[in-house]
């Protein structure tokens, strides 16, 4: 009788499920990580975990929501309720769909749009850098069809580079490790965290130095590092702007080389023989000493000082020493570098060498009102430090509007020259703001507002106490991310309603058939435009836009930290066993 048709075997039927049910139970909770040795879809390691917080410890923040999701055959993602700045938010979001969809048309598999020819360049390594660094404004703009479609393309980067091609090594953390690790947090998408651990392990090399400052630039193939413009040197911001990336990076891993590599560059500051906090620009990658005496917040430095808030912010406000390099930092650019015009009494921020103050103002420098706006809303600090920074965010802030507001474009210059208050009997320091709001404190206040915000109105022409040497507009985020900030910490509607006309502004003025581009001139409206967009428009400036004028706090600042690229990463507490294999101090 054939076995399968036979009554006995039914007898054993019951048996088999049980022990299929038995092993099944045993694989699933019997073993304590089943997936310890499994690998990524695109083939990579799977490195163990590191072990669980432990009990009461508080986790890090929940992935990010972003715009509700709309039940099946309901409105788009992005709908809610209109008002007048989900409005603007919409007209933000817009703009950004015509950028991105115009480069991923004309330059779709490079760097950057070229956005009056509608042609591209690839001057960032050629990765298809404006798709990874627009990757976490999609999801803040609910744009998630967009961000699907780049999934496949990233679980196919390699980050390879040809013999002889170097990656710099600031630029390819901020701008594509940051990408990624933001939209990572975003998103939950693991292909993207698999991609930072690669990217990030890939940069390493550049740490191999002799007091670990970074070179400029590195093969990610072969390890090969070379130096830059500046030779054996690094600029302060390219040694002190890594540390938010590679630290979330090292939380999200456990690899303690992420986080070994860039806090031993923080060690190398706080020990370093600094006068009065005035980091310099300049540093020996072979000394791991200065090389200049010059002091700034523009160019060479911006981020740095960023970073140095920032990274106590990130790790939940637990990393002492980064907090006190920032108070030393805030000291000594609130006695060094704050100027006042003679004659509409802006506030400005410069540079400043042993032979004295140059009055440049930078652009970049814009970014220092919302700093030191965050650093008085989060820090522990005695009243009277408080109210001073936030007198110099509200100061500077308003330069920055001005000088956006002073031209017929309504878009402000890259660089200017502030004209200087000569020094004479009543102006003993030369127009120094600190000084002046100690002598307006002696005199008990009169007018009850501090020297540099008087807010001068807007002045097309004539002297306007500073003229451009740099007269072009290149997209650039930071005025913007200053207004972003102010609002989010003062609730002061002022900030949206200028960054409302610094926004039309951009549509009149800079807007092509295939996306945005960089303005030569700000005088003279219509503006002659540079065939440019870099990809910090879409990464920066319209997204701050949009968090300015959206009415939900998206990226609530308690719990998120943007880096300066605006990736924000989010808040974590590193654990006691973390604190431990990383050096951390537990208390």
Known sequence: MDFFRSKRVYRFIPLGAAATILLWVFAHYGVSDHSLYSSYPDGGHHYPPPPPPPPGQRPPPPPFAGPP????????????????????????????????????????????????????????????????????????????????????????????????????????????????????????????????????????????????????????????????????????????????????????????????????????????????????????????????????????????????????????????????????????????????????????????????????????????????????????LPSRDRERQQWAAEGLAYTCWITYADHETGLGPDVMSMTRMPVDSEHPHGGRWLALVEEWEKKGRPGRVPPGLKQAPPQLSGDRDYHATRDDYLLRPETVESFYIMWKTTGDEVWRERGWAVFRAIEKEAKTKSGYASVASVEKSPARLKNEMPSFFTAETLKYLYLLFEDRDLIPLDRWVFNTEAHPLPIFEWADWEKKRYGIPLA
């Open 69 to 380: 999701r709309p039940p099946p055959g309901g409105p788009p993602a992005h709908a809610r309720p209109a008002t007048t700045w989900s409005e603007r938010a919409d007209a933000v979001r817009d703009a950004f769909l015509h950028a991105y969809h115009g480069y991923l048309r004309h330059a779709g598999e490079h760097d950057e749009l070229l956005p009056v020819s509608e042609g591209f360049v690839d001057n960032f390594n050629g990765w298809r850098l404006t798709l990874v660094d627009s990757l976490d404004t999609m999801l803040i703009m609910g744009l998630e069809d967009e961000f699907r479609e780049t999934i496949p393309i990233l679980a196919n980067m390699t980050f390879a580079l040809p013999e002889g091609k170097f990656a710099p090594f600031f630029e390819t953390v901020i701008r594509y490790l940051g990408g990624l690790l933001s939209a990572y947090a975003l998103s939950g998408e693991p292909i993207l965290l698999s991609r930072a651990d690669d990217l990030g392990a890939m940069l390493l090399p550049a740490f191999n130095t002799t007091h670990g400052l970074p070179m400029y630039a590195v093969n990610t193939v072969s390890g090969m590092t070379r130096t830059g413009w500046t030779g054996s040197d690094i600029l302060w911001a390219e040694a002190l702007s890594c540390q938010l990336e590679y630290k979330y990076l090292a939380h999200l891993t456990g690899r303690r080389e992420y986080f070994d590599r860039v806090e031993r560059i923080m060690d190398l500051m706080n020990e370093a023989d600094v006068k009065d906090g005035r980091f310099a620009t300049k540093w020996s990658v072979t000394t791991g000493r200065p090389t200049n005496h010059q002091f700034s917040v523009g160019a060479f430095a911006d981020s740095a000082h960023e970073y140095l808030l920032k990274q106590w912010l990130l790790t939940a406000q637990s990393e002492s020493k980064a907090r006190d390099l920032y108070l030393r930092d805030v000291d000594a650019i609130l006695s060094n570098l704050l100027y006042i015009t003679p004659n509409r009494e802006l506030l400005y921020v410069t540079d400043t060498t042993p032979t004295g103050p140059s009055h440049a103002f930078e652009h970049l420098s814009c970014f220092l009102p919302g700093l030191l706006a965050l650093g008085a809303h989060t820090l522990p």
